[in-house]
């Protein structure tokens, strides 16, 4: 008897958190990471009720380019992250508010100088934005984010010289995200 009343309870609990409609998903891209070095990004969200969603992003950038001296430039770079979004007015629109964890595997180097550094970073970050409405399907997404965490690197002379100038752990605080992201709400 207490199995049936268990799992209604449980059924009724999440009933009002997820909500079976249309418009729940959607996809976005960052059109600011494609100008960092040509990082190709993608997001993933799903709604669970009209103020908050969950989402999982992935950014990637294998490209080391060439710079006029004969030397190289890069910031490869490989970011997992899950996170949350609030939307106080409705999920989709509007102004929102987001939290989340993130794992960056990086490489940068060749750009201000020749140092280059390589490493793991962990760590949580916040933001906000906002979302416009373009049509049913389509919005606009601005936004700004930081995160902080630990990081674990090893700095270079140049980036193909492999000669071991430092290497530390440290915590760290930095921008995150500057989005001008489109997405399709499926």
Sequence with gaps: MK?????????????????LRGQNC????????????????LEASL???RHFSVSAGLKY????????S????????????LGTRFWP?????????????????????????????EGDRYGAGIGAGYSFMLSDH??????????????KLV????????RIVSTSDRFFVLPNDLLLSISYIF
């Design 155 to 162: 700095s270079y002379e140049c980036p193909t010289c492999g």
């Design 89 to 117: 007015w409705h999920l989709w629109s509007g102004w929102w508010l987001s939290a989340k964890a993130q794992y960056q595997e990086f490489n940068r180097g060749g750009i201000e100088s020749p140092l280059t550094s």
């Design 47 to 49: 709604g669970l009720n």
């Design 138 to 151: 389509l919005n606009l997404d601005i936004g700004l984010g930081a995160w902080g965490g630990y990081a």
């Design 61 to 68: 950038n294998p490209f080391t380019y060439s710079d006029a």
């Design 26 to 41: 959607s996809l976005s891209s960052n059109i600011c990471d494609v100008a960092d070095f040509g990082t190709l990004g």
């Design 3 to 19: 199995r049936p009343i268990a799992t209604l309870a449980l059924a009724l609990l999440l009933g009002g958190v997820v909500s």
């Design 70 to 81: 004969g030397g190289s430039m890069q910031n490869r770079q490989r970011v997992f992250s």
